[in-house]
Each structure stands twice: as structure tokens, then as C-alpha cells.
């Protein structure tokens, strides 16, 4: 990577990078799709795509349920896709724009469960002592002033209003080596991050394992902490709207995330200090091969400068996401 040209980014993408050493391959302005899913899938993997786009495109559609909604919206659950990229291959990297994350249902749905959790025993997570009771919480979505509300009737108390952050929880591609892998897993294909950074107008770049790329995604939370201890955040649905694009030639080894205000790495392991180590470490690495910064150099200004957030910590694998400030970034 390191060795490679450097490029300013067309504005009229909409993406945000200083300098990337390579060229996105879409035009400023591709078709627009629209597409309405009629199933889900719950693990990633190649499989007939649903839809192709090209590098460019833009589409239009909506998120599955989750499994935490009521029984009668299972029906339409999982992850939408895959969506074939035309053009991508293994060493590419995949660009999503995230233009739009629309809440578009007044309930969000949250709670306890036996499966996963951070202060319960699960199969994952072996002790002594029986789980939590299995229970769910209802929240009154106001999508016109961005609020959630949450009645304690068992603690006697006034209801809680709290302002919304609608994120997407799942962004993937297909894996490595031919990989089936569960919908509820992240890793270095993306998957099941569950960090609250992937929002309304953040780009996500995910590594191309499979010619087509095989892009999935689903699972919106209208709010979620760090480390979504219970397991589950609001767990809702959205309308989205996505630009594609394709930085071909252009390989990185794990799932990038950057805002108007920071670049960041997602790593996805157990235990959590490994996702931590893997997560600085990427940026770390990027930071000396695309800007340029000697590598101690690096480890320093990321030492006092950066910040980590907690994807999740209840998955089969834990997501810790490092931070830089762009402000900081060195120009070419």
C-alpha cells in the first residue's frame, strides 16, 4: 500500500479521507437502485445475490427484524442481501457511503436474554451461577423528535426519555476461504460490529475476500451503549439509502470506519484485549503506510491522541474500535 500513487478523493463521492493511495473506480454519480427485501438471511456467505450494483450506485431500501422484535415480525428477519459489486475482487477494498438511517417504526424492542449477555453466563462465557431472567423491554419511538421512552413499573419510577442515535449494526461482506459464518459473529469481513460509529453519514470500507464482494446488512439499533451489555440495543428497523464504490488495487486487512471528525479501525476478537491490540494496531499500520508517519512516530500521537470504543462485548467475538482525529492527520 505504502508504495502506491496518492489520489485526492472526488468530493462528489461524498467521502471524507485526505488522501487514499488509490483512485475510487465509480462514477461521481451511478444509478440508483431501489430495493424492497423480501427475506433474511442469518449467516454471511456467498450465495445467489439478490441484486448487482456497480461501483457508483446508490441504493434504496430497508432493514429486516430482529430476532428481539415481537413473534409476528419474525417472519421478515435477518440480514438483507448479498448484493453483488461488479468489478470487485479479493484485494479490493469495498466503499459504503451511509447517506441515510431513517427509523421508520414508533417501537424499538430491548432486554435480557440467556444467549447473549456481558454479566450473565452464556455458552461463550462459562460461571457459576444461574442467567438472567429472560425479559423484554418495549420503547416508544417519537421519530419527529428523535426520542425513545422507557416505563419503570417495577422500580416505581418516572418514565425515562432519552434522545436517539440510530446505528446500523451489521455491515458485511462474504468471508475468507469460503466461509459460512454466523450473522451474530464479527470479524474481519465486518459482520456483527455492533459499534455505535456506523451511523447516518459515516463511509465503512470493508475488505473484498470474493469476487462480487457478497455485501450484507441489517440489524439497526435506534440506541445502543458500548459493549451493548444485555446483548441487545433498541432494536428496530430503518429505511437506508447507500453509495458503493470501489477502491480497486487497494487492500486493507480489516474494517475501516471514518466520520466527519475521526479515521478509525474496527478489530473483532476474543478476548477483548486482543480486539483492542488488533484495532491499534491496524490504525497504527495505516497511519505509517498511507500518511506517511514513522511507526514509533505513530504509536506515539495514537498513544495521546486517540480514543477506543466498545463495539460490543457479548458477541462470539468482541468488537473494540480505535480512533484517530483527523485534525491531526499529516497533508501530503
Known amino acids: ?21 488509490a483512485t475510487p473506480v465509480g462514477a461521481a454519480q451511478g444509478e440508483t437502485h431501489t430495493y424492497i427485501p423480501e427475506r433474511g438471511f442469518q449467516s454471511f456467505g456467498v450465495r445467489e445475490p439478490v441484486l448487482r450494483l456497480a461501483p457508483g450506485d446508490t441504493l434504496i431500501s430497508e432493514t429486516m427484524n430482529g430476532a428481539f422484535l415481537p413473534e409476528g415480525d419474525r417472519d421478515r428477519a435477518g440480514e438483507v442481501g448479498p448484493i453483488y459489486i461488479e468489478g470487485s475482487e479479493r484485494g479490493d477494498t469495498l466503499v459504503i457511503r451511509v447517506e441515510r438511517l431513517a427509523l421508520n417504526r414508533d417501537r424499538a424492542y430491548s432486554g435480557t436474554s ?48 432519552v434522545d436517539l442515535e440510530p446505528m446500523i449494526g451489521r455491515m458485511a461482506v462474504a468471508p475468507d476461504r469460503g466461509e459460512v459464518i454466523w450473522n451474530a459473529a464479527p470479524g474481519n469481513f465486518g459482520g456483527n460490529m455492533d459499534t455505535p460509529e456506523i451511523r447516518e453519514g459515516v463511509t465503512v470500507f470493508l475488505p473484498v475476500f470474493e469476487p462480487g464482494a457478497y455485501f450484507y446488512f441489517g440489524d439497526v439499533h435506534a440506541l445502543q451503549g458500548e459493549g451493548e451489555i444485555t446483548g441487545t440495543g433498541l432494536e428496530t428497523t430503518a429505511e437506508v439509502t447507500f453509495v458503493f464504490d470501489l477502491l480497486k488495487g487497494y487492500s486493507i486487512r480489516w474494517p475501516r470506519i471514518e466520520n466527519d471528525d475521526y479515521i478509525m479501525v474496527a478489530g473483532s476478537v476474543r478476548p477483548l484485549m486482543d480486539a483492542f491490540r488488533i484495532a491499534h494496531t491496524e490504525m497504527v499500520l495505516w497511519l505509517e503506510a498511507d500518511y506517511g508517519l514513522d511507526r514509533w512516530e505513530a504509536l506515539q500521537l495514537l498513544s495521546q491522541l486517540g480514543k477506543a470504543r466498545i463495539g460490543n462485548v457479548v458477541d462470539p467475538h468482541y468488537t473494540v474500535v480505535a480512533m484517530f482525529p483527523k485534525k491531526h492527520l499529516p497533508r501530503p
Open 1 to 21: 500500500m505504502s508504495g502506491s500513487p496518492r489520489f485526492l478523493l472526488p468530493a462528489a463521492l461524498g467521502l471524507l479521507l485526505p488522501f487514499v493511495p
Open 114 to 161: 440467556t444467549g447473549f449477555a456481558a454479566l450473565t453466563s452464556t455458552p461463550q462465557t462459562a460461571m457459576l451461577h444461574e442467567p438472567v431472567p429472560s425479559r423484554r423491554f418495549e420503547w416508544v419511538l417519537d421519530l419527529e423528535t428523535g426520542t425513545g421512552t422507557l416505563e419503570l413499573p417495577a422500580s416505581g419510577k418516572d418514565p425515562v426519555t
